[in-house]
């Protein structure tokens, strides 16, 4: 009988629905909690919805039980131009969660990064995410994986047709991308769905994971 329980933050974007779909087929989880703003498109015994506001997170952490988060939020600099509303989903939302997760114990916590990640970093929005992922390691939580893509390609449902040119002019470029330049290759989002429930179900040392390596992790799913 399945036993597992997980938790997805971002189930409606791109990657959390293609991770959602994966973790409804797979036998080793018995229920899939979605904390979300809306309801997800898919049907499924597993699922087990709570519609909230993802800003107040703590007010739900009673609810906030399980083996393992995953958390796929994120947005763009075009979908969020407030930079202050920027923050507070790519660093509120995942360091909020991460805390609750280690108050509940739970000993698995993925996220969703991004590549050139740094807190250092003198542009914003690599600034947030690199803060975001030294808010994350500093629960301590037994196996954190923070997954740093380089473009994920993929069609989504929102028009973003700027993102879509240069998605085809990488997929164009990828194959020149080689040797140390391997990480900067376009990657789908079934790749890292794949990853993090390989990552979530086997062995690994917790910690930042490149892109070419969540590609090489997808490969052993």
């Not at 080689?178 to 990853?195: C, F, Q, T, W």
Request: hydrophobic share 35%; glycine share 6%.
């Amino acid at each position: 009988m399945p036993q597992k329980t997980a938790i997805i933050l971002g189930a409606t974007g791109l990657t959390g629905s293609l991770l959602l779909d994966k973790l409804l087929q797979d036998d080793r989880y018995r229920k899939i909690k979605i904390f979300s703003r809306s309801h997800v498109k898919q049907k499924h015994e597993k699922i087990e919805e709570y519609l909230i506001d993802l800003f107040a997170l703590e007010s739900v952490s009673n609810l906030f039980t399980a083996d393992e988060v995953y958390c796929c939020i994120g947005t763009t600099r075009q979908k969020t131009p407030d930079k202050d509303t920027y923050r507070m989903i790519d660093f509120g939302i995942p360091a909020t969660a991460a805390k609750i997760a280690r108050n509940n114990e739970i000993r698995t916590f993925q996220v969703i990064s991004a590549m050139g990640a740094n807190e250092n970093s003198k542009i914003f929005y690599n600034r947030v995410k690199g803060e975001m992922e030294g808010a994350v390691m500093e629960q301590k939580i037994a196996n954190t994986y923070i997954l740093q893509p380089s473009l994920i390609g993929g069609e989504r449902e929102e028009n973003r047709p700027m993102e879509y040119l240069w998605k085809k002019i990488m997929s164009l470029g990828d194959n020149l991308l080689v040797g140390n330049l391997k990480k900067y290759r376009s990657i789908h989002p079934e790749a890292i769905a794949k990853a993090m429930i390989y990552l979530a179900n086997n062995e690994y040392t917790s910690g930042r994971i490149p892109s070419d390596e969540i590609k090489d992790i997808a490969e052993k799913y």
